[in-house]
């Protein structure tokens, strides 16, 4: 009873603070929820009491919703350096991040370069977070027009080409390997 109760609760949260958010949610067992369940309605097992948010994802959604995150983000001590050149960074640059919110590499990188582009601060950086289920998909196949099969996934475009990615962890940090990718 009480896993439930915390199943409930923790759902309750996640619905009421993203309303405004355009994201779609699968749901898998443990919740009772229908599979093809669209909206804001969070996914979660009560075995792990896990949250699976599929589709576009709001940063705030996952400092706010989702444990360790916001403390992995306040945490993360920046590469000084590596920022600086991130900030002179005068083209328009776009990333993907495809997430699983049910991956620890995940629970671990993203919070980081949530971090890394706050520091940043550069406008022509714009990145936007796809998550996907653990089936690497999500409802409205963003994700599937990237070819990728580990997450996290850091794509870096310049006027719609491909730079490089980061796959599961950083060669060196996070800054450094996305200078080395936009040099």
Known sequence: ????????????????????LPMTVSANSGCAFEEDQQGFIATCSEEKEEVILTGV????????????YADGFASYQVDAQAVAALK????????????????PDCHRE???????????????????????DRN??????????????????FIVKQQANELG?????????????LVEILK
């Open 1 to 20: 009873m009480h896993n439930n109760v915390k199943t409930f609760l923790a759902t309750s949260v996640l619905f009421f603070s993203t309303q405004l």
């Open 57 to 68: 994802i709001e940063p705030q959604t996952l400092t706010t919703t989702l444990p360790g």
């Open 88 to 103: 002179a960074i005068d083209k328009p640059t776009q990333i993907t991040v495809i997430i699983g919110t049910w991956c």
């Open 110 to 132: 993203t919070p980081h370069f949530m971090r890394v582009l706050e520091a940043a601060a550069n406008p022509n950086i714009q990145v936007e977070y796809i998550g996907v």
């Open 136 to 153: 690497k998909q999500d409802s409205e196949g963003l994700a599937a027009k990237y070819a990728f099969s580990r997450i996290p996934t």
């Open 165 to 177: 990615r980061i796959v599961e962890r950083p060669k060196v940090t996070l800054e450094a390997d």
